[in-house]
């Protein structure tokens, strides 16, 4: 299985930064977590005034639109990612519709496996009861099974979170079937396991790099910009309601926390731009994640289809 060098993928890896600059994908994850939301506060409204059917056909709905969604949002990432030309969003949302069961699908045989190899184990523990082999075999597996059981456990856990939940999704991106992908995961498990451990890390702090810098331009910007509505705007609400909307709370969150509240047009529109802001500083470091996962799955795999 052909890859690039460790500083090649690398410097991949690195360059995931300017997955910022890919507006499609932009537009496409910010639109699917706006309708997400939107469909996750209609049904809450709907179960707590007991609309029947209503709330849970509604949070099946957000849970639909932020799957296909974000897979969409991935397909574009992945176009970028393999330096071909980016389809266009209803394109990718096509695409999504056709083949983001594959991840699904994906993840239920990985599960299975999993479920198998625990299954086995639970089997060789019982074995090890003394009530069962003996006092004197049931010590001795267990002495045999404990050193073999962690190595085994932690490995497990290990290709579980650094290879099977990150690249199990960029494989269903570039177009591999079910099975293909699986036995790709696997063969990157066997093959490769310390060196995409070590670059998804890099990926991690690449993002937390990047949600830190949006943190920053956010919270310095919105202490300004907050301080001048009330001087300069003249708006009549405190500034806590100001920086509300940067946190993605809205007038009845604020009610329920006992912040003060104001009920001027000034103040709503406060919350709707803080809003705006808020989901941008959420999509900016997702955008980044999903481009440093796709370049990982081609470093990875220089072959992959």
Do not use: K
């Not at 059981?149 to 939940?165: I, K, M, T």
């Amino acid at each position: 299985m052909p890859s690039r060098s460790p500083l090649e993928a690398l410097s991949l890896v690195l360059g995931s930064i300017d997955a910022v600059r890919n507006l499609r994908a932009l537009y496409m994850l910010l639109l699917s977590f706006a309708l997400a939301g939107l469909l996750t506060a209609m049904a809450e409204t709907s179960l707590a005034q007991g609309a029947g059917a209503w709330g849970p056909l509604q949070a099946g709905a957000a849970l639909f639109v932020a799957f296909y969604g974000g897979n969409a949002a991935g397909i574009l990432v992945m176009d970028e990612a393999r330096g071909g030309p980016v389809r266009a969003v209803g394109d990718a949302v096509r695409a999504s519709l056709a083949t983001a069961h594959r991840l699904l699908l994906t993840f239920a045989i990985v599960l299975a496996a999993y479920a198998l190899a625990a299954a086995a184990l639970w089997a060789l523990l019982w074995l090890c009861r003394s009530t069962v082999s003996g006092p004197l075999v049931g010590p001795l597996l267990f002495g045999l099974l404990v050193p073999v059981g962690v190595v085994g456990v932690g490995v497990a856990l290990l290709a579980l979170l650094a290879v099977v939940v990150p690249l199990a999704a960029p494989g269903v991106w570039a177009g591999a079937p079910v099975l293909a992908n699986v036995r790709l995961l696997a063969a990157l498990v066997r093959q490769r396991l310390l060196r995409v451990a070590l670059l998804m890390a890099a990926v991690s702090l690449l993002t937390a790099g990047v949600a830190a810098l949006v943190t920053f331009v956010v919270m310095s910007g919105g202490r300004v910009i907050a301080q001048l509505g009330v001087s300069v705007v003249g708006v009549e609400v405190p500034a806590q309601q100001l920086m509300a909307g940067l946190f993605g709370y809205g007038l009845r969150s604020l009610g329920a926390t006992g912040a003060p509240l104001g009920s001027s047009a000034h103040a709503a529109a406060a919350l709707v731009g803080g809003g705006v802001v808020f989901a941008l500083a959420l999509v900016l470091p997702g955008v980044v994640y999903l481009r440093g996962i796709c370049s990982v799955y081609l470093a990875m795999c220089d072959d992959a289809p």
